[in-house]
């Protein structure tokens, strides 16, 4: 196959910055508008711990203090999860729902 052939078609997002240089997953999908607001916080300090501390695949236990950082707290109780709840008990709770609105 002859290389001088070849046509490049990557988006000019695709090419490289600069020489050497890459954007990396979290910002890439931050400049392109895929993360916003809570979800972009919470990657970006997941980002910044594993960067100061060295670790690039933090414990759960250290992103559960990562979330507490961030200030986030159990304040309601555990929700039903759909693939078990029964339909008596998505009913009941979503009628508990409504009568306390």
């Not at 052939?5 to 910002?27: A, Y």
């Not at 999860?81 to 008596?88: D, G, Q, S």
């Not at 998505?90 to 306390?100: F, K, L, Q, R």
């Amino acid at each position: 196959m002859d290389r001088r052939n070849i046509v490049d078609r990557r988006s000019g997002m695709d090419r490289r910055r600069g020489p050497g240089r890459r954007r990396g997953e979290v910002r890439r999908a931050a400049e392109e508008g895929e993360l916003a607001g809570e979800l972009l916080e919470f990657v970006m300090a997941i980002d910044e711990y594993k960067r100061i501390n060295e670790r690039p695949f933090p414990s759960w236990s250290e992103v559960f203090e990562i979330i507490h950082y961030l200030g986030y707290r159990k304040v309601a109780t555990k929700a039903i999860h759909i693939n078990k709840a029964t339909r008596e008990e998505i009913v009941n709770t979503s009628n508990d729902a409504t009568a306390s609105d």
